[in-house]
């Protein structure tokens, strides 16, 4: 399902896969069709197509970070948004959906405390003494 989705995820018809992915997830669990799937999408471990999608979108901002510059990068103006990346001036609903700058709005919006605390949360659960823990770490 993940294939070619930050081309589509945000366009009108994902609601329809949607829609069908959690059909899915009801079918298996057998559940009512008017139960609520999110519960069932976490216990899982399944991303909704939405989730799947801003995951993919950050995915792409990561590997492809030399495509973008921060405000400062643009301004030189030391303000509390700074680090956020610079979002292009456009008109055209067409390529405010696209990848390009929905993804730097997904990457603002994420902010970079959220980063942080993520990235704290999981050093203290794994608590690692050296750097041989750390790149011996199995996902």
């Not at 069709?33 to 801003?54: G, N, T, V």
């Not at 103006?77 to 390009?100: D, E, I, M, S, W």
Request: proline letters at 3%.
């Amino acid at each position: 399902m993940n294939y070619g989705i930050i081309f589509g995820g945000n366009q009108p018809h994902s609601e329809k896969i949607f829609k069908i992915q959690k059909k899915v997830i009801r079918i298996i669990t057998n559940s009512r069709a008017r139960d609520s799937c999110r519960e069932l999408f976490k216990k899982f471990e399944i991303l909704p197509l939405y989730s799947q999608y801003i995951f993919s979108v950050l995915i792409f901002m990561i590997k492809n970070k030399d495509l973008f510059s921060t405000n400062y990068q643009i301004h030189n103006v030391h303000t509390r948004f700074k680090t956020n990346l610079h979002p292009p001036t456009a008109n055209l609903t067409k390529f405010q959906k696209g990848v390009y700058y929905s993804g730097i709005e997904i990457f603002n919006n994420l902010g970079i405390k959220l980063f942080w605390n993520a990235l704290k949360r999981f050093l203290l659960i794994n608590s690692f003494y050296n750097s041989e823990e750390y790149f011996s770490y199995q996902r």
